[in-house]
């Protein structure tokens, strides 16, 4: 069975990793109380995970672009590789989406993103409460939607390893 290559197993880990950090760093800053200096790091990893994995995701983009991904096992019935299609189309746009949702609704608050500290990514707009409140609830619901289907992708991932051991998982795994 056709693996995936190395550079595609290693942005989809990366990729994986920040995104799962990333949602549960987000989970629990936002449950800290009052305006503290945790809470301020740990928006700041936050939004640092968010600028990593846009940034990752272009690159997976123009990888998956020049290097197709291994076809589906044959015997995998077609309307599971339909299924899994629009599951990989979906988790790329959630991994765009999410990210610059984010950026829009930090942007809506006047705060800036400086990434690692270092580089003051550009306003695209003035903030407005407005605005804000908007793109606050984007952010959220596409994050809640984009853990609903991380859970699909990898309940799906176990089901053909534990279930079908049809190897699809091993494609992915280094």
Known sequence: ???YTKTAMLL?????ILVIAAFFLGLTMVDIKGFTPTKLKYYSWHKWMGVTVLLLAAVRVLW????KPPPHPASLPRWQARAADLMHAALYVFIF?????????TT???VPVVYLGLWQ????????PELKALFKSVHYWLTMAMAAAVVAHVGAALKHQF????????????
């Open 1 to 3: 069975m056709e693996r």
């Open 12 to 16: 989809h880990w990366l990729v994986a």
């Open 64 to 67: 998956r672009g020049a290097n």
């Open 97 to 105: 989406a999410v990210p610059l949702s984010g950026y829009l609704y």
């Open 108 to 110: 809506a608050a006047n």
């Open 121 to 128: 990514i550009p306003a695209l707009f003035e903030g407005t």
């Open 163 to 174: 279930i079908d051991r049809d190897g699809v998982l091993k494609r992915m795994l280094p």
